[in-house]
């Protein structure tokens, strides 16, 4: 007759490591959006350009870079 056998739980701790400081954390969070916002990302894909316009991204089509409004990136 098989055993049961109780489900794997994770290991549950009190202890919690921070490897940065939440001023840290808010700097890293400006600084990406700031890339997002102001250098962009390049897209190769003609399609991804035409929906990323069609939802508020400003678009190069002759550059492929997108630039996100930092409101646009922040939505819930």
């Known amino acids: 007759m098989p055993t049961e ?3 794997l739980e994770p290991i549950k701790t009190p202890y919690r490591l921070r490897y940065v400081a939440e ?4 700097q890293l969070q400006d600084a990406t959006l700031q ?5 962009g990302v390049k897209f ?8 990323l ?3 508020g991204a400003w678009v190069d089509f002759d550059t492929q870079l ?3 409004p930092r ?3 922040l939505r819930p």
Request: glycine fraction near 0%.
């Open 5 to 7: 056998t109780s489900p």
């Open 71 to 73: 409101e646009w990136c």
């Open 35 to 39: 890339i997002l916002e102001t250098t």
């Open 44 to 51: 190769t894909s003609e399609s991804a350009l035409k929906v």
């Open 53 to 55: 316009t069609e939802h």
């Open 23 to 26: 001023d840290q954390l808010q």
């Open 66 to 68: 997108v630039r996100f």
